[in-house]
């Protein structure tokens, strides 16, 4: 079996539990709220790879991550946190 090189933004969201549902998707992509290596994301089916650099816009707070791992399911938020890295510049993620 080969292991993925890629999946799906909108399920690597889910994942790594910044969006509760892959229906909700569509709608952060429709208000420019998710970025990929700086580009807007327009198409919940665009590749997210590991190394990848998303700028997220959740609520009022700004939220920078480098994609580490792709993930398999949604988890725990113990399982999730090791899909991303927070990178300087993001603000702080509350409970």
Known sequence: MTERVAIRIDRW????RFVRRRELV???LVERRVRLNGQ???????PVR????LTLIL???LVL?????????RGPAS???????MLE?????SG
């Open 13 to 16: 969201l889910v994942h790594a």
């Open 26 to 28: 569509p709608g952060f």
């Open 40 to 46: 807007p994301v327009t198409k919940s089916h665009q």
């Open 50 to 53: 590991p190394g990848d650099v």
């Open 59 to 61: 609520g009022r707070r």
């Open 65 to 73: 991550v480098r994609v580490m791992a792709l993930g398999d399911r």
């Open 79 to 85: 399982e999730a946190r090791r899909l991303y890295e």
């Open 89 to 93: 510049g993001s603000d702080p993620l």
